[in-house]
Protein backbone atom coordinates (compact mmCIF):
# COMPACT_ATOMS: atom_id res chain seq x y z
CA UNK A 1 0.00 0.00 0.00
CA UNK A 2 0.92 3.78 -0.75
CA UNK A 3 -0.60 6.59 1.06
CA UNK A 4 0.06 9.97 -0.72
CA UNK A 5 -0.87 13.41 0.82
CA UNK A 6 -0.96 16.26 -0.84
CA UNK A 7 -0.77 20.27 0.50
CA UNK A 8 -0.06 23.64 -0.78
CA UNK A 9 -2.66 24.31 -2.42
CA UNK A 10 -4.70 27.79 -2.03
CA UNK A 11 -6.78 31.10 -3.59
CA UNK A 12 -3.94 33.34 -5.34
CA UNK A 13 -4.38 35.65 -8.35
CA UNK A 14 -3.27 35.62 -11.89
CA UNK A 15 0.55 36.14 -12.08
CA UNK A 16 1.09 34.56 -8.63
CA UNK A 17 3.00 31.15 -7.99
CA UNK A 18 2.32 28.20 -5.08
CA UNK A 19 4.22 24.90 -4.71
CA UNK A 20 2.28 21.65 -4.28
CA UNK A 21 4.02 18.64 -2.26
CA UNK A 22 3.13 15.11 -2.14
CA UNK A 23 4.53 13.63 0.62
CA UNK A 24 4.63 9.56 -0.08
CA UNK A 25 4.77 6.51 2.70
CA UNK A 26 4.26 2.75 2.85
CA UNK A 27 6.83 1.09 0.04
CA UNK A 28 10.12 2.44 -1.29
CA UNK A 29 9.22 6.10 -3.06
CA UNK A 30 12.13 5.73 -5.58
CA UNK A 31 10.73 3.25 -7.18
CA UNK A 32 7.44 5.32 -8.07
CA UNK A 33 7.16 7.20 -11.13
CA UNK A 34 5.07 9.98 -9.41
CA UNK A 35 2.41 12.16 -11.65
CA UNK A 36 0.17 15.53 -11.18
CA UNK A 37 -3.22 15.47 -12.14
CA UNK A 38 -5.91 17.94 -11.51
CA UNK A 39 -9.69 18.11 -12.51
CA UNK A 40 -12.43 21.11 -12.69
CA UNK A 41 -16.04 21.37 -12.02
CA UNK A 42 -17.79 19.49 -15.09
CA UNK A 43 -14.41 18.11 -16.41
CA UNK A 44 -12.59 15.15 -16.61
CA UNK A 45 -9.10 14.35 -14.53
CA UNK A 46 -5.94 15.45 -17.05
CA UNK A 47 -1.95 15.07 -17.30
CA UNK A 48 -0.26 17.93 -15.63
CA UNK A 49 3.11 16.59 -15.12
CA UNK A 50 4.82 13.28 -14.18
CA UNK A 51 8.79 12.32 -13.08
CA UNK A 52 10.70 9.29 -13.21
CA UNK A 53 11.50 7.44 -10.40
CA UNK A 54 15.37 8.95 -10.86
CA UNK A 55 13.93 12.68 -11.42
CA UNK A 56 15.97 12.14 -14.86
CA UNK A 57 13.23 12.75 -16.77
CA UNK A 58 9.99 15.05 -16.19
CA UNK A 59 6.99 15.39 -18.67
CA UNK A 60 4.20 18.02 -19.38
CA UNK A 61 0.81 18.65 -20.08
CA UNK A 62 1.36 21.68 -23.24
CA UNK A 63 -0.57 24.29 -21.09
CA UNK A 64 1.44 23.69 -18.02
CA UNK A 65 4.96 23.35 -19.65
CA UNK A 66 7.43 26.92 -19.14
CA UNK A 67 5.40 27.34 -16.08
CA UNK A 68 5.42 24.15 -14.18
CA UNK A 69 7.80 22.16 -12.59
CA UNK A 70 8.34 18.93 -11.21
CA UNK A 71 10.79 17.29 -9.22
CA UNK A 72 11.47 15.14 -6.24
CA UNK A 73 13.33 14.11 -3.01
CA UNK A 74 13.71 10.77 -2.77
CA UNK A 75 15.60 11.00 0.96
CA UNK A 76 12.34 12.95 1.58
CA UNK A 77 9.83 10.88 0.09
CA UNK A 78 8.59 13.94 -1.32
CA UNK A 79 7.84 15.26 -5.00
CA UNK A 80 6.63 18.63 -5.74
CA UNK A 81 5.08 20.67 -8.21
CA UNK A 82 5.90 24.31 -8.39
CA UNK A 83 3.42 26.69 -10.55
CA UNK A 84 4.41 29.95 -11.65
CA UNK A 85 2.66 32.22 -13.86
CA UNK A 86 -0.94 30.91 -12.63
CA UNK A 87 -3.79 31.63 -14.80
CA UNK A 88 -7.25 31.15 -14.02
CA UNK A 89 -8.00 28.09 -16.23
CA UNK A 90 -5.29 26.82 -13.82
CA UNK A 91 -8.13 26.14 -11.40
CA UNK A 92 -8.59 22.91 -10.55
CA UNK A 93 -8.28 20.29 -7.96
CA UNK A 94 -4.86 18.57 -7.94
CA UNK A 95 -4.16 15.17 -7.22
CA UNK A 96 -0.74 13.47 -7.06
CA UNK A 97 -0.61 9.68 -8.24
CA UNK A 98 2.17 6.91 -7.88
CA UNK A 99 2.76 4.13 -10.54
CA UNK A 100 4.62 1.27 -8.77
CA UNK A 101 4.16 -1.02 -12.04
CA UNK A 102 7.57 -2.79 -13.35
CA UNK A 103 8.19 -0.18 -16.05
CA UNK A 104 8.55 2.10 -13.48
CA UNK A 105 11.78 0.86 -12.16
CA UNK A 106 13.60 2.39 -15.82
CA UNK A 107 15.58 5.33 -14.98
CA UNK A 108 13.56 7.29 -17.59
CA UNK A 109 9.92 6.20 -17.64
CA UNK A 110 7.02 8.16 -16.77
CA UNK A 111 3.43 7.82 -18.29
CA UNK A 112 0.79 10.18 -18.46
CA UNK A 113 -2.52 8.67 -18.33
CA UNK A 114 -4.93 8.25 -15.36
CA UNK A 115 -5.08 4.41 -15.27
CA UNK A 116 -1.57 3.73 -15.53
CA UNK A 117 -1.36 5.02 -11.68
CA UNK A 118 -2.48 2.96 -9.02
CA UNK A 119 -2.95 5.39 -5.97
CA UNK A 120 -3.69 8.75 -5.47
CA UNK A 121 -3.62 11.16 -3.23
CA UNK A 122 -7.06 12.92 -2.12
CA UNK A 123 -6.34 16.33 -3.52
CA UNK A 124 -5.82 20.08 -2.59
CA UNK A 125 -7.65 22.84 -3.93
CA UNK A 126 -5.76 25.32 -6.10
CA UNK A 127 -8.09 29.16 -7.14
CA UNK A 128 -6.60 31.32 -9.29
CA UNK A 129 -8.81 34.71 -9.41
CA UNK A 130 -8.54 36.97 -12.13
Known amino acids: QVQLVESGGGLVQAGDSLRLSCAAS????????MGWFRQAPGKEREFVAA????????YYADSVKGRFTNSRDNAKNTVYLQMNSLKPEDTALYYC???????????????????????WGQGTQVTVSS
Open 97 to 119: AADISSQASSRYYVRTDVLGYEY
Open 26 to 33: GRTFSNYV
Open 51 to 58: ISWSGART
